[in-house]
């Protein structure tokens, strides 16, 4: 069959990205600057807001309103220089949630912003495991080089020994801080000036003949710039795109996300070097985007955005083919049909109905309670998997159970609910038969408590649990060996896996040791 021509241009054009980082590295400025250049926000400041204003219309995100930050990760798309740009957001904060590690299985490549002044933090390099594991390409961004911060080259070798990547340097500034100049680019050669006049303003970037240089920025930057891209050449790592696209070297962009500096040229760089989609391993193969077939898998499942609906929205990443509104598909795991009649694109500040979709793109599809997290679609009878999700080990544990015994009916069907979201991870002890929630971030004990009180009229009672690690396991006489040890505690999760619960790092490697035959693992 001859190849559809406009599908291979459509799946071409799209670049399907998140920004992890840790909190204040500048996550929403950055992405806020992305959308201005992508024409999809008229001024700054939109995203910001958005952390207040953007579910105004629900009532159970009355906790994310209180709180000032946002709970759900959201899709936005734009188009800039003829490509569709989707930016999945990551929730960082307390809102940090398994929802934040499931969205960077749905992304073809990464950009990671570091604090200039912060270098590699605790956050960032979580997310950046969860990336690196899944070959992702990861592209960094150092910011707030306005403000004096770090050396540049030790920022380099932090990259490459706290996260094991190795880093090319795509521009190198020209002083930091007070003494911001600019930043010199490698492959252009040229260099990018940075002008203070005004912060909020994007800047005028003034590019110059390499050979101007030192007329421009003086003879003792120029110098100094000459010896450190001279050392860069001959020490420093040479640049490969192979290795970028397959995640193993990281293109390092120094900027200013604030002033807007750096960011056109970094987007300019991103379009080059980012993937469009590729192909996905499946049960029956490897899955191209160009296959005419529809496919997609379900990441995230987000309920009640409309508080007089009880519905969800299942984000699905379309994977191959051609998604078309109203168009039948299957569901893998039911090998039944459905009309897929209600898409919904994520724009920059709004949803909206679409028709079409392709490889790349996030379609919110209406979910009355049909699909699960991991589920595949497919355009024909002839269903495949992209496989299950894999489930991350929870850092904070409590016991529940509903503070009045005769709300257990409606104890259990939230339980399932909420669990079937993603929201929390639920197991039972394998001695009392008691239901302990897992979460990755403590707001979903505050979302979970709030929902189950509001949406299944069931007050809860928690009881925290010392317990920081969850390890899946498969041993057989798993109940004897964890018997009589007080710091860690044995449950089931919702498949009926064995799943250990250490307190600490010090119980772990206790129990590792004493049982060197028994496999433990850290997602499911
Ligand atoms: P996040 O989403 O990653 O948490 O970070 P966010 O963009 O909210 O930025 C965190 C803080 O860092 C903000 O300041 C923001 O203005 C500042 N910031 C971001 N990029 C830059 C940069 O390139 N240079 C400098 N100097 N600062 C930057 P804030 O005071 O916490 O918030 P706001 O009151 O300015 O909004």
Do not use: Q, W, Y
């Given at each position: 069959m001859e190849k559809d021509k406009r599908l291979e241009t459509e799946i071409n054009k799209r670049r399907t990205f998140a920004i992890i980082s840790h909190p204040d590295a500048g996550k929403t400025t950055l992405t806020e600057k992305l959308l201005y250049l992508g024409g999809a926000i008229r001024s700054t400041g939109t995203v910001k807001s958005r952390k207040s204003a953007k579910f105004a219309t629900s009532d159970w995100m009355e906790i994310e309103k209180q709180r000032g930050i946002s709970v759900t990760s959201s899709v936005m798309q734009f188009s800039y220089q003829d490509h569709y740009i989707n930016i999945l957001d990551t929730p960082g904060h307390e809102d940090f949630s398994e929802d934040t590690y499931r969205t960077l299985?749905?992304?073809?490549s990464v950009v990671m912003i570091i604090d200039a002044a912060k270098g590699v933090e605790a956050q960032t390099k979580k997310l950046f495991k969860v990336c690196s594991d899944q070959g992702i390409p990861i592209f960094t961004f150092v910011n707030k080089m306005d403000r004096n911060g770090r050396e540049p080259l030790e920022l380099l070798e932090e990259i490459e020994e706290v996260l094991g990547i190795e880093s090319y340097p795509m521009n190198w500034p020209l002083g930091m801080g007070q003494n911001f100049k600019g930043v010199y680019d490698r492959q252009l050669e040229q260099i990018e000036f940075y002008e203070t006049k005004d912060k909020e303003q994007m800047l005028k970037l003034e590019k110059i003949n390499n050979l101007n240089i030192e007329k421009v920025i003086g003879k003792e930057m120029f110098s100094q710039l000459h010896e450190e891209i001279s050392l860069l050449n001959e020490a420093g790592n040479t640049y490969k795109k192979d290795a970028i696209q397959q995640g193993k070297q990281t293109p390092v962009f120094f900027g200013s996300a604030i002033t807007s500096f750096g960011v056109p040229s970094f987007l300019d760089h991103f379009i080059r070097l980012a993937p469009p989609p590729s192909s996905r391993e499946s049960s029956k193969g490897i899955v191209k985007p160009d296959k005419e077939i529809f496919s997609g898998f379900v990441f995230k499942i987000q309920a009640?955005?409309?508080?007089?609906?009880?519905d969800r929205i299942a984000f699905l990443r379309v994977c191959s083919g051609k998604f078309e509104k109203g168009m039948e598909a299957w569901?893998?795991?039911?090998?039944k049909s459905m009309k897929l009649s209600q898409g919904q694109q994520f724009f920059a500040s709004e949803r909206g109905n679409i028709d079409i979709a392709y490889p790349g793109d996030i379609v919110g599809l209406y979910d009355p309670g049909t699909y699960q997290i991991g589920d595949t679609l497919c355009g024909s009878k002839d269903t495949f998997s992209y496989g299950d999700l894999p489930q991350f080990s929870p850092e904070h544990f409590a016991k529940v159970r509903a503070k009045?015994?005769?709300k257990q009916k409606h104890f259990h069907k939230g339980i399932k609910q909420l669990s079937e979201e993603g929201a929390v991870q639920v197991y039972r002890t394998a001695k009392w038969d008691e239901t302990v929630l897992g979460v990755v971030g403590m707001l979903q004990f505050e979302i979970f408590e709030y929902r189950m009180k509001h949406e299944y009229g069931v007050e809860i009672q928690f009881d925290s649990l010392p317990h920081q690690y969850a390890r899946w396991t498969s041993s057989e006489d798993i109940e004897s060996k964890t018997k009589?040890?007080?710091n860690l505690l044995l449950v089931y999760d919702q498949n009926e896996l064995p799943v250990i619960l250490f307190e600490n790092n010090f119980a772990l490697r206790w129990f590792k040791d004493k049982n060197p035959d028994v496999q433990l693992r850290e997602s499911r």
């Open positions: 299985l749905a992304v073809d009640n955005m409309n508080p007089a609906h009880r569901l893998e795991r039911t090998n009045k015994a005769l009589g040890s007080s």
